[in-house]
RNA sequence: GCGCCCAUAGCUCAGCUGGAUAGAGCGCUUGGCUUCGAACCAAGAGGUCGUGAGUUCGAAUCUUACUGGGCGUACCA
């Protein structure tokens, strides 16, 4: 029979293998689409899905209700041979019952068997399956926007928080990751902090013709010189026509290779990465490179040329552009510019350029573009600029993973309070200081030193910043509030640390007590909500990889630890009498711990012992 | 003008392929600590899912028109 073989090939594909976990909805959904096609219905509809009614079922199928429609029969009818044959497959006795409800609904539970079986080789092991090996492409994720003598602020939290949750989680399933800030350090810009800096102190080594030795290796800037220095020379450049021939001349003298131009912009780049850096530490993150505009300059003229003769490029009013067809037909697509009139590169140039050397060098296979979604129309002529030359195969992906605004209270991007840019140092001050405010008033952590109380404050804080943000859908804008992030009820960062916290201290009195961390056997009540809870993680990092939405992490966190505190509170761990039961729930506690880590260090954020 | 996005509880937001009674947090009302950290948990009130029409057995979800808002629209990034 057709039936036994599919169900057969089901059974071949476990979804824990080689001690990975997987995802118990794919497996489920393999079960079903088996049935489905044994009854000659297309295998999709076999989609099994989590619950939506808990009070029913753990997991439900509602294709036998699409099916009807294709078959013009009865939706009852056609789940209930689904069901029949999933009960006669080898997989029976994952499940406790199989449901027929409403018009058509499978609902599913899992019996405590399959629970009690899964979880604890999850115990056992503790590895989550990577994705499978056709979906394992190196990825690239550009995110961070950094730029030179541009300091970091609160426009810049979402690029980072995003690209480092995604990059974090990339690897976490197995795909091969780059990570690159590509800083903006080429262009008029620099040519205006030149000219600036000539304007300022024209004594310096640097603008003496007549000078014959090597430049200073001491930068004549800090940092902070180099964030006054860029608003005065951009402003001076915008409002005066002599200012800007003058930046303009600096900027030809830098891309020219002129000693005195580059070690000053050598200069000017070597002090904003190291600032950068400490931005960017602070935060946790990191990055595999910090490529920049300047690294691939060189390689513009060449593809100009080629895209020239190979008539990809053309002039229109002075300009080169690669003219675009919308593949659609229907929209009209402005082309992407890659040369001004007065001979300057754009940031498509660039992009182009950057990408030429992303595919050729580093032979990345998909590029994720971190950036506000303001900028989705310039992604949109680059991708397709990018296809229409044929720098990109059909085998390249290219995505623009587009961010809203943070806003302020009153709906409008986020300011501070006299109305300037909030610098994300600053930020972060502010998250650490709510946080130390919070846990004062809780009079939390009031018996330990001041040096691990300011680090809790400081971990509180950053959880607090990173779960606010990351918890909303990264498309929309959201209105930031610190005060609220910062609370430890509610969906926050400080509540799910909370209960990782808690977990923690349990366990560390088990070990005091010499009690036994042993696996999981017994399932009493509340906590096979928290079970079931457990059982969903690879779903969740599976999704949240597919649809690049990090906010899922967030929820999940959140479901986790509250299912946790329930249990907690009904179960009383350390005072159970009842040994097996005890190190059960105390092997419960530990695997809870170990997703909610898990979770919480995709999403960038520390576990403190306690709290 | 054209294009993209958004509109869900008093507030901030979820809502996975079109599915069952549209969810959560905050706030409000009420209840639960001699026990592992009550920084917690439980219960309740609160909705014509912007408006109208359409497709469907079934629409917050798809189509369409409209209203209100955000953003973008060739030499900035």
């Not at 426009?155 to 780059?178: A, E």
């Not at 990465?273 to 003229?301: N, T």
């Not at 056997?521 to 909500?529: A, H, L, P, S």
Request: some cysteine.
């Amino acid at each position: 029979m057709v039936g036994s073989e599919n169900n057969q090939l089901a059974s071949k594909t476990p979804f824990v293998s080689n001690n990975a976990f997987g995802s118990v909805s794919d497996m489920l959904t393999r079960i079903f689409a088996a049935a489905f096609s044994e009854m000659g219905i297309a295998s999709e509809l076999g989609k099994v899905v989590i619950s939506e009614r808990r009070d029913l079922s753990n997991y439900q199928c509602n294709g036998a209700l699409a099916a009807a429609r294709e078959l013009k029969q009865n939706p009852r009818q056609i789940a209930e041979k689904i069901i029949d044959l999933v009960r006669k497959s080898q997989e029976r006795e994952i499940f406790s019952t199989l449901s027929i409800d409403g018009p058509g609904f499978i609902n599913i539970k899992l019996s405590d068997k399959f629970l009690i079986r899964t979880l604890r080789s999850l115990q056992q092991n503790k590895i989550i399956a990577p994705l499978p090996a056709n979906e394992l492409k190196h990825t690239m994720v550009d995110f961070g926007g950094a730029n030179i003598a541009k300091p970091m602020h609160v426009g810049h939290l979402r690029t980072t928080l995003l690209g480092d949750c995604l990059q974090r989680l990339c690897r976490f399933l197995g795909l091969k990751v780059t990570s690159d800030t590509h800083l903006g350090d080429w262009g008029t810009q620099m040519g205006m902090l030149i000219a600036e800096m000539r304007h300022k102190f024209p004594e310096l080594p640097y603008f003496k013709s007549d000078f014959n030795g090597p430049y200073p290796t001491e930068s004549p800037v800090t940092i902070e010189d180099l964030e006054a220095l860029y608003p005065q020379a951009s402003k001076r450049c915008q409002s005066d026509k002599e200012s800007m021939a003058q930046a303009l001349y600096e900027t030809t003298q830098l891309q020219n290779g002129v000693p005195y131009a580059r070690a000053l912009w050598q200069h000017f780049v070597n002090v904003s990465i190291k600032a950068l850096k400490e931005d960017f530490a602070a935060l946790g993150v990191y990055f595999d490179l910090w490529k920049g505009e300047s690294d691939i300059h060189d390689r513009i003229p060449a593809i100009l040329e080629r895209l020239k003769k190979e008539g990809h490029a053309v002039t229109s009013n002075g300009a080169l552009v690669i003219p675009l067809q919308d593949p659609t037909g229907k929209e009209e697509i402005p082309p992407l510019l890659l040369v001004k009139s007065d001979g300057a590169y754009l940031y498509g140039t660039t992009d182009v350029a950057t990408l030429e050397e992303r595919l050729e060098d580093l032979h990345v296979e998909q590029l994720w573009h971190v950036v506000d979604k303001r900028q989705s129309l310039h992604f949109k002529q680059f991708f397709l600029a990018a296809r229409q030359i044929g720098m990109a195969g059909p085998n390249i992906q290219l995505e623009h993973i587009a961010f809203g605004t943070v806003n302020g209270p009153d709906r409008k991007p986020f300011k501070t309070r006299t109305g300037g840019v909030m610098k994300l140092k600053e930020l972060i001050h502010q998250a650490t200081d709510e946080a130390r405010k919070r846990l004062a008033e809780m009079r939390a952590a009031a018996d330990y030193d001041a040096a691990e109380r300011e680090e809790i404050a400081k971990a509180v804080g950053i959880a607090a910043l990173k779960y606010g943000d990351l918890m909303h859908d990264h498309n929309t804008d959201y209105v930031f509030d610190l005060e609220k992030f910062s609370r430890f009820e509610g969906r926050t960062g400080p509540y799910v640390l909370y209960a990782a916290v808690r977990i923690k201290a349990i366990l560390r009195k088990a070990k005091e007590q010499s009690l036994a961390v042993g696996p999981i056997t017994t399932i009493t009540g509340i906590e096979r909500e928290l079970m079931l809870e457990l059982l969903r993680l690879p779903d969740i990092l599976y999704s949240t990889y597919h649809k690049r939405m990090p906010n899922y992490l967030c929820d999940y966190a959140y479901d986790l630890a509250y299912n946790f505190n329930r249990f907690y509170l009904e179960c009383h761990i350390l005072s159970e009498k009842d040994e097996d039961l005890r190190s059960s729930w105390l092997g419960l506690c530990d695997l809870c711990l170990f997703e909610l880590e898990t979770v919480l260090s995709l999403l960038g954020i520390d576990v403190p012992e306690r709290m």
